[in-house]
């Protein structure tokens, strides 16, 4: 049995912690589920602690383990070919040199394998669809991190092509993907190109947040630390109220779990897939014992979840973003 149908669930259309399932179709449908007590499972990367960032591989370990979710990185190669890599260039993670947006996938990247064991090729967005479409993974959400440096219009006509490639896309593939967005130069083409796929902010500022993207988004993915704060607890009473659904990465720390399924959050995003399923399953047997690990002093032990450095990073990282992939103005509605 899978970790999320160890969970109570209720019907909940259109949150990013919805995840579509093949049971339970009695007018061919497929039912949208929530965990109703504790926060769903999504493997950042997969489950990259253990096997290789961003590779089948990993995704797969994720799915094993039981995550209802999966995050990946998007970047698209000289011959436009979508890739599950989240650095613009190969150094870091592979054996390779360059950056992707300059190499050929066929003949060039395609020959590159991870440095970590075992070692992995890269993978596309057409395989990673592959996986996601095979009978026993269709209840598995995907996150996809569109990195600011792509172009808009080019990466979503590609990703466009590669889900409807299978004619039921629109059931049993599209409802299950969320577009991870950095930047709002995303928000039109992902509404004109992809109109069916839910989207989510990605960042660590919760005034950009709510200055940009909120009347757009369906969710909100936020840095831990961002959300600690006073800036963060306004932030987290205010999805609530507007059934926003609420993110949060990179999660591997035991303590920022406990605290993370205290705030009530829809996904924990996690490099560590198998410690917070377990980590979920001791709050499910014993609440009171395993939040009482932390306490209310959780806020002042890191100088990381101080409301005003938090607040200066993020309006630090909108800057620094807007001055690389250019100003940020809000979606134009007619």
């Avoid at 009978?135 to 995907?142: C, R, T």
């Avoid at 993110?247 to 993370?260: F, S, Y």
């Avoid at 979840?305 to 100003?327: A, E, Q, V």
Wanted: charged share 25%; proline share 6%.
């Amino acid at each position: 049995m899978s970790a999320n149908q160890d969970l109570s669930h209720q019907p909940l259309e259109g949150s990013l912690h919805s995840v579509p399932t093949t049971q339970d179709q009695s007018d061919g449908i497929p039912s949208v589920i929530k965990s109703n007590s504790l926060p769903l499972c999504w493997g950042h990367r997969g489950a990259s602690a253990t096997f290789p960032e961003n590779t089948l591989c990993s995704f797969e370990a994720a799915i094993k383990d039981g995550a209802e979710g999966i995050e990946s990185d998007v970047h698209v190669s000289a011959d436009h070919v979508v890739l599950m890599f989240h650095d613009p260039s190969l150094e870091r993670t592979t054996d390779g040199k360059g950056e992707i947006a300059n190499l050929p996938y066929v003949g060039g990247i395609d020959a590159i394998r991870t440095l970590k064991a075992p070692h992995q090729k890269i993978p596309t967005f057409d395989e990673t669809m592959d996986l996601l479409m095979l009978e026993e993974n269709q209840h598995v959400v995907f996150n996809i991190d569109c990195k600011p440096n792509n172009d808009p219009e080019r990466l979503f006509t590609l990703i466009k092509a590669s889900i409807e490639r299978f004619p039921e896309h629109a059931r049993l593939l599209s409802p299950r993907l969320v577009l991870g967005l950095w930047h709002p130069k995303f928000l039109e083409p992902s509404a004109r190109l992809l109109p069916d796929l839910r989207k989510a902010y990605i960042g660590n500022s919760p005034s950009t947040a709510k200055k940009y993207f909120w009347d757009v988004c369906d969710g909100f993915s936020m840095k831990f630390s961002c959300l600690v704060g006073w800036e963060g607890l306004s932030f987290r009473e205010d999805c609530k109220r507007e059934g926003k659904s609420l993110l949060v990465w990179t999660v591997n720390d035991r303590q920022e779990m406990i605290e993370a399924c205290k705030w009530g959050v829809d996904a924990i995003l996690t490099d560590k897939t198998a410690d917070y399923l377990a980590l979920r399953q001791q709050m499910k047997d014993d609440w009171s014992a395993v939040t009482a690990e932390t306490s209310a002093l959780f806020p002042y032990s890191s100088i990381h979840y101080n409301g005003m450095i938090s607040w200066l990073w993020g309006k630090l990282d909108s800057y620094s973003l807007s001055r690389s992939w250019g100003p940020f103005h809000p979606m134009t509605t007619q």
